[in-house]
């Protein structure tokens, strides 16, 4: 490829493949980029594009597609089995209701960073293939597994002390851990936001999967809102059901002003504009044309996006979470969405790894 990218997910595309892209509103992805570009900016095969972006002047439409069609080149994002169609859903930032202080209402806690998880880098190593680093924890002089999900919940003295906020709905809490930032709202109408701090080290496992393969669900219905009916329908089942995903999620305080939760490329999300990608196929920072449909419909969905965020269950070539925000709409959407899709990079002309 010409801008030296090897990637064996990326292959050189033209610009005419992108479906829509001519009637693409670029504005707002393009703010977003520049956002990215405060970390992308220290790398450098975008130091030279994120300079000259930031003094284009007057960001509209038209100086927007001529600058990018001009300095950037299109990719599009392949699968290993060389198909290019993959699937895109959806994730949100939560609403909970909760308090700083332990009460018969709001019991379940959400736990700060323990002071005993170990993070043992494998950069360096020949086992680290895919796994750049573990958890753990010291017993002894050995380095044995961090605690599962159910060993948290079913002895709260592991982790006491490390209370960060407590809330009133566990099946609340745990979607809280897979979109992995969320706010609070405490009983005097305070807000509190938090974001991703540390995981205990197990992969994460999919409980619609789960119901799925058990029957209690058709693959076709399976979403958020029909897991949480699900609970509701079957509360003896649910926390054992729950802790089928051993993968835990540690949580820190962010502050008030920020505009979005931070996701992996370290800058406020954008709603409808950020997007979660697997690193080893897609480049973290770079602008991403998605071409999926609306959550449950055949209407498309083509909008260029900024990936800056990941996800531990989004892994593979062509393999997308899309950011919808925080409102009820937004919780709604990413609940439901789970399409098919296409993807191309956008990536400096000049690029290099």
């Known amino acids: 490829m010409e801008t030296g990218v090897e990637k064996e997910s990326l292959k050189a595309a033209s610009w005419s493949m992108l479906p829509g892209w001519q009637h693409e509103n670029l504005v707002p992805a393009w703010n977003t980029f520049i956002q990215s570009c405060k970390s992308l900016e220290r790398h450098p095969s975008w130091q030279e594009v994120c300079a000259q972006a930031a003094t284009l002047r007057p960001a509209n439409e038209r100086a927007i597609r001529h600058f990018l069609e001009n300095h950037f080149a299109p990719y599009q994002v392949i699968n290993p089995d060389g198909t290019t169609t993959g699937l895109a859903t959806g994730y949100y930032e939560p609403l909970l209701k909760g308090s700083?202080?332990?009460?018969?209402?709001?019991?379940?806690?959400?736990?700060?960073?323990?002071?005993?998880?170990?993070?043992?880098?494998?950069?360096?190593?020949?086992?680290?293939?895919?796994?750049?680093s573990l958890r753990g924890r010291l017993q002894g002089r050995k380095i044995i597994p961090y605690y599962t999900r159910a060993e948290i919940e079913s002895n709260r003295n592991?982790?006491?002390?490390?209370?960060?906020?407590?809330?009133?709905?566990?099946?609340?809490?745990?979607?809280?851990?897979?979109?992995?930032?969320?706010?609070?709202?405490?009983?005097?109408?305070?807000?509190?936001?938090?974001?991703?701090?540390?995981?205990?080290?197990?992969?994460?496992?999919?409980?619609?999967?789960?119901?799925?393969?058990?029957?209690?669900?058709?693959?076709?219905?399976?979403?958020?809102?029909?897991?949480?009916q699900w609970g509701r329908q079957n509360p003896d089942k649910?926390?054992?059901?729950?802790?089928?995903?051993?993968?835990?999620?540690?949580?820190?305080?962010?502050p008030t002003d920020l505009s979005g939760p931070i996701g992996a490329l370290g800058v406020p999300l954008t709603a409808g504009r950020s997007l979660a990608i697997d690193p080893d196929s897609v480049p973290l920072g770079a602008p991403v044309y998605l071409a999926t449909t609306w959550p449950n419909t055949t209407q498309p969905l083509n909008r260029l996006m900024i990936a800056q965020d990941t996800g531990s269950a989004i892994k593979g070539g062509v393999r997308a979470d899309f950011f919808w925000g925080h409102s009820p709409e937004a919780k709604t959407q990413a609940g439901k969405m789970k399409q098919q899709a296409q993807m191309w990079v956008l990536l400096p002309k000049q690029y290099q790894e």
Do not use: C
């Not at 209402?105 to 086992?127: G, H, M, V």
């Open 100 to 132: 700083r202080k332990h009460t018969n209402r709001f019991r379940y806690p959400i736990y700060s960073a323990p002071d005993n998880l170990l993070t043992i880098e494998l950069k360096e190593t020949q086992s680290s293939a895919g796994q750049p």
């Open 158 to 228: 592991l982790l006491k002390g490390k209370e960060l906020l407590w809330v009133d709905d566990e099946v609340e809490l745990f979607f809280l851990q897979i979109q992995g930032s969320g706010r609070i709202v405490l009983e005097n109408g305070e807000t509190v936001k938090i974001g991703y701090a540390d995981h205990n080290g197990y992969p994460y496992r999919s409980i619609g999967k789960i119901l799925i393969e058990r029957g209690e669900l058709p693959a076709w219905q399976v979403s958020m809102q029909s897991i949480k």
């Open 238 to 254: 649910l926390k054992p059901l729950l802790q089928q995903n051993a993968r835990y999620i540690f949580f820190r305080e962010l």
